[in-house]
């Protein structure tokens, strides 16, 4: 990398860091976050082509991840995720094949949510030839735009402590580029997901009960109940 690559790579981490919304964060969380986006490993960023569903639709799904989780499974989205609630504003992810983590909403607002993540890929299973640990912080910000529904996503990550030997150090450019692929293949199914469940929400309702999530289904009844008028269309 040049210089003027690196400067650049500088300026621009910098002005990031200038913009997110430090001070309504609770100290702890804080800290923390403000280590990984000082000094990361790598960034990312992505943006979403326009969909046609409407913020307060996706608000309401990121209310309710196990939700959000269950209509991702509906869609047959890859991989299979699961999402359980927890305290405090917590969130853990797995696929129960590997890949797994916890997210902790450490800021919200209104079409803007941080959240800090522990992540772990376990040895072989995006390719990777060892358990992959790290810790990214992803700030995530939503509007509705004239065209449609459109998202921006940041991500600073820090890989743990075995990642930065030697021995693996050629690999982290293949973890950035497979994180990189990972992470706008989610952001576009979550609007995309977003947009079906606007026009459809009700194609759902009968893919949930047979699974059985009974807390995600009494959620569904809650998010769209308020966002399409009511239960009429309930089978």
């Known amino acids: 990398m040049g210089v003027r690559s690196v400067l650049l790579s500088l300026v621009l981490s910098a002005v990031a860091f200038a913009q997110l919304p430090w001070e309504r964060m609770k100290p702890i969380h804080r800290e923390e976050a403000q280590a990984i986006v000082r000094n990361p490993d790598f960034t990312f960023e992505t943006r979403t082509q326009p969909m046609r569903v409407k913020l307060n639709t996706m608000e309401r799904l990121f209310e309710h991840p196990r939700l959000a989780a269950a209509m991702w499974r509906a869609c047959d989205f890859a991989p299979r995720l699961f999402a359980v609630e927890l305290p405090e504003e917590g969130i853990t992810i797995d696929d129960s094949r ?6 902790t909403l450490i800021y919200r607002s209104y079409g ?27 700030s995530y910000r939503y509007w509705d735009a004239p065209d449609g529904f459109r998202s921006y996503l940041q991500t600073w990550t820090s890989l743990d402590s075995a990642m930065l030997s030697v021995v693996s150090r050629p690999f982290r450019s293949y973890i950035r580029k497979r994180q990189q692929e990972f992470i706008e293949y989610i952001n576009f199914n979550m609007a995309q997901g977003g947009e079906f469940a606007q026009r459809h929400p009700y194609e759902f309702r009968e893919p949930l009960k047979r699974e059985g999530d009974a807390a995600a289904l ?17 089978r």
């Open 98 to 103: 590997g890949l797994g983590g916890t997210l």
């Open 218 to 234: 009494r959620q569904f009844d809650q998010v769209f109940s308020q966002t399409v008028g009511g239960g009429r269309q309930r």
């Open 112 to 138: 803007h949510r941080i959240y800090h993540i522990k992540g772990l890929v376990k040895k072989g299973r995006m390719g990777n030839p060892f358990d992959v640990g790290a810790e990214m912080v992803v």
